[in-house]
Every structure is written in structure tokens, then in C-alpha cells.
Nanobody, 125 residues
């Protein structure tokens, strides 16, 4: 079992930056893929970015490519989401999620089985 805790959310002006962290406890993250997802009010949860267990495979949603960067530090049991050039439409609760590597880096939320509680990101115009 692994517990995930997100941090780093907050209120930022458009064009600003935030760095989210996803820290694990209960077991090492080093053999787990991590995904970031977000959910805005009235919308479905959507994929943002994912990184495989070793960090050599990354995937991004088209809406964040070139602005967001996912990385991991397995020694710190933490995965990061650096968010730059933020837009009001990035406003959402951001969740990190984990799953074992099974050969494919997933972007579907239902295929992740450990989830954090989320952190709010609000981008003002």
C-alpha cells in the first residue's frame, strides 16, 4: 500500500509558475509509474502528465505540452510537476496517482490505483 500526498498548489496570476509535489509514504515509489490528473468544477478528471518508474518515459496532454514538466526523485520518494506559463483554464484540483509499470505508460485515470487527496491550483486572469 502507498499513500500519496500532493502539495504546492495555490493561487497564481496568469503566466506565473507553480511546482507541485507528490510525495509517497508506505513504500518506495521507485517501481511505480506516476500520473498527474486534474479536475475542474463541473468537468471530468483529465490526464495532465505521466512519468514511468525510471523517469525515461514521459507523456503529456496536448494542452500542457511545452508548459509543464514532470520529473521524479526516487531518492526523495517524490514526483514533481513544474507548471509554467499558467493559464486560467489550468485552474483545477490536481491529483497524483500511482500504478505499477506493466509495459505501458497509462494516461487513463481508471488504470491508476493509488490516489492522493488533491491540491487546488487557481490561476487568476
Amino acid at each position: 500500500q502507498v499513500q500519496l500526498v500532493e502539495s504546492g498548489g495555490g493561487l497564481v496570476q496568469a503566466a506565473g509558475s507553480l511546482r507541485l509535489s507528490c510525495t509517497a509514504s508506505g513504500r518506495p515509489l521507485s517501481d511505480l509509474d506516476i500520473g498527474w490528473f486534474r479536475q475542474a468544477p463541473g468537468k471530468e478528471r483529465e490526464f495532465v502528465a505521466a512519468i514511468n518508474w525510471s523517469g525515461n518515459s514521459l507523456r503529456y496532454a496536448d494542452s500542457v505540452k511545452g508548459r509543464f514538466n514532470i520529473s521524479r526523485d526516487n531518492a526523495k520518494n517524490t514526483v514533481y510537476l513544474q507548471m509554467n506559463s499558467l493559464k486560467p483554464e489550468d485552474t483545477a484540483v490536481y491529483y497524483c496517482a500511482a500504478r505499477r509499470w506493466l509495459g505501458v505508460l497509462e494516461i487513463i485515470a481508471g488504470r491508476y490505483y493509488y490516489w492522493g487527496q488533491g491540491t487546488q491550483v487557481t490561476v487568476s486572469s
